[in-house]
């Protein structure tokens, strides 16, 4: 019985050669990121910022230049990107982030006496009892934190080597990859069979889908960043650059990143300004660039909507997420377009059983 229901399930989604073509390569694919992905993490990693780049080298080459000047000019926008990044944007973020670390205990002190006057404010919802033993539980809390950081730190010495390889290795990488990407395609689907029109076909439809979204979210994130941040500054307000980064990154996860993004932006300006106006105008200025973000941004920039229901989306990024962090979160959606379409282009062969009549 075990047997004929086997049977049955591989007639019906292995029987036609492409599926089974398309079973080797994600076979392939899986094994090659399950046991080289640590070692060829620099490799995808030029692969993906290679795979950004390609559309403004394509757009270039509709301008009617050659394919290698439209590389060089990219190539250079690129490093320009990292140099800006490396010796401005990095030492700045830095040195909010230490500034709001070591302003941590004045925060911790002054959220402390404001939780402790709430028994005297509101008697009959919180107790003194209540408050202490909240208390405690938030030191013990910040405490381990603390540890963390800590160890966050002293694990991150033995990488700066691993960084500077990914500094020199990643740049000259994305610049093969764009110069000669034709011969690389060549080569690589030279070893493929000719006849894969349902690898082609996944292709067609990943490439438009997965390329659009993961060049317009890098846009969506440089967008509400510099917008975030010319109204936090405008705004004077405390960290504004770490802030602004956060909100930009709060888009790459659906639904949540905005929440979490909000408690920092909130706790900063209310310690700074308290209840006030000025505290006011930071959460409308706050609120209006994610209104503005979801109902103006990212449908100018997403022109197809990705039809995925937002279950599918929460464990998409809860999934990918889980196994390559950073990347699987950026990637989460396309991600889960691609095993849609892989899912929707399978063949399959519908048995018909004839039922003897007795």
């Not at 930009?248 to 900063?268: A, E």
Request: charged content about 10%; hydrophobic content about 60%.
């Amino acid at each position: 019985m075990a047997m004929q229901i086997i049977n049955k399930l591989f007639n019906k989604y292995f029987s036609d050669p492409d599926a089974v073509i398309l079973s080797l390569v994600l076979l392939a694919g899986l094994i090659v990121i399950l046991f080289l992905g640590k070692m060829l993490t620099p490799f995808f990693a030029a692969l993906i910022v290679a795979y950004l780049l390609e559309g403004l080298v394509a757009r270039l080459e509709k301008c009617k230049l050659p394919h290698w000047l439209s590389v060089v000019i990219v190539y250079l926008l690129f490093l320009g990107i990292v140099v800006f990044s490396l010796f401005l944007l990095l030492p700045l973020l830095w040195q909010q982030t230490a500034a709001l670390v070591t302003e941590l205990p004045g925060i911790v002190n002054k959220s402390q006496a404001m939780v402790l006057a709430l028994p005297e404010k509101y008697p009959d919802v919180f107790t003194t009892s209540q408050v202490a033993q909240a208390l405690a539980q938030v030191k013990t809390e910040v405490g381990h934190f603390g540890q963390r950081v800590l160890s966050i730190s002293v694990g991150f010495i033995p990488s700066v080597i691993q960084i500077i390889v990914y500094l020199v290795l990643v740049p000259l990488m994305v610049y093969f990859l764009l110069m000669d990407r034709d011969a690389l395609v060549n080569s690589f689907t030279r070893i493929l069979p000719e006849n894969r029109s349902l690898l082609s076909r996944i292709w067609g439809e990943v490439n438009e889908q997965f390329g659009n979204f993961v060049r317009g979210k890098v846009v969506e994130i440089v967008i509400v960043a510099i917008f975030a941040y010319a109204g936090f500054a405008i705004l004077k307000l405390n960290y504004a650059m770490l802030l602004a980064v956060l909100c930009g990154f709060s888009v790459l996860i659906p639904f949540i990143g905005v929440t979490i993004v909000t408690i920092p932006v909130v706790i900063v300006a209310y310690m700074q300004y308290g209840w006030s106006a000025h505290f006011m105008y930071i959460s409308i200025f706050y609120a209006i660039i994610m209104v503005l973000d979801g109902n103006v941004l990212v449908p100018l920039l997403f022109s197809e909507a990705v039809n995925l229901h937002p279950i599918m989306i929460l464990l998409a990024v809860l999934f990918f997420g889980g196994i390559w962090g950073f990347w699987g979160v950026f990637f989460a959606i396309p991600l889960a377009t691609v095993v849609k379409a892989i899912y929707n282009a399978w063949p399959k062969v519908e048995h018909v059983e004839h039922e003897a009549q007795s």
